[in-house]
């Protein structure tokens, strides 16, 4: 009789224990979606619109926000930005010329010299006529939480407007909002992106991850000399 007891127990025991692994992720995922939902103040529904609402920014200049914060998303095969990167560059442009934030930090990897994302995204600004001096670079951005960690501590921002694909907007500014500063989504989704399941699938396990790793705040890959988005931008270059 007590070793059916204790089965049972087990059984119970193991159960629980499969239905908290099973809902916590999604409940932790949920929270992160309702509580930055609010910060999220402009979506763009396609490429084409973009060149048509560039005044629809214009009352972006109420946030007083130190910078346009562009996150990288990858590249092709020739070295040039991919679509999502692309349609996300294109929006932080879009942004700029509207006078919505004074200044540029693009994002992303930078850790091999046969890949440069950040240069990538320099160039494709330079050739659609914004300043030298309003383009700084974060060539150590080689994760979301790396970006948003090193927006305060090296660029100094205390305002931002994040510019990614709604998808990912949700976790940027999570971050953004644990590590104590302010920022708001403007979204760039232009187009149908191959792979968005998927993408989406691996986006609910990297909240979760953040989730867990912003209670710890463990310093991003690299950190640095500071270099103030109110300064030289060119600072900032390699």
Not at 28 to 56: D, H, P, R
Not at 168 to 182: C, F, I, T, W
Not at 185 to 199: K, N, P
Request: hydrophobic share 40%; proline share 3%.
């Amino acid at each position: 009789m007590d070793r059916k007891k204790k089965y049972s127990r087990l059984i119970v025991t193991a159960g629980v224990i499969l239905v908290i692994v099973g809902t916590v992720p999604f409940a932790i995922n949920e929270y992160i979606l309702k509580t930055t939902q609010a910060a999220i103040v402009k979506e763009i529904g396609s490429a084409k619109e973009v060149s048509f609402v560039k005044e629809e920014y214009a009352d972006l200049k109420e946030l007083n926000a130190d910078c346009i914060l562009v996150l990288g998303a990858g590249l092709k095969a020739d070295g040039t930005p991919n679509h999502m990167l692309e349609d996300r560059l294109e929006v932080g442009r879009a942004l700029y010329e509207a006078g919505s934030a004074p200044k540029l930090l693009l994002t992303g990897d930078h850790g091999q010299e046969d890949y440069d994302e950040v240069n990538a995204m320099k160039t494709y600004m330079l050739n659609h006529g914004v300043p030298e001096a309003d383009i700084f670079l974060d060539h150590a951005g080689f994760s979301t939480y790396d970006s948003m960690y090193r927006a305060k501590d090296i660029f100094e921002v205390k305002t931002v407007i994040v510019v990614t694909q709604k998808y990912h907007q949700y976790r940027a500014l999570y971050l953004a909002e644990k590590l104590g500063y302010k920022a708001y989504g403007v979204c760039s989704d232009q187009r149908t992106y191959a792979g968005q399941q998927i993408r989406d699938i691996r986006e609910i396990i990297a909240r979760n991850k953040d989730f867990v790793k912003i209670m710890i705040k463990p310093d991003p890959t690299y950190l640095g000399e500071a270099i103030p988005i109110s300064g030289n931008a060119l600072e900032s270059w390699d």
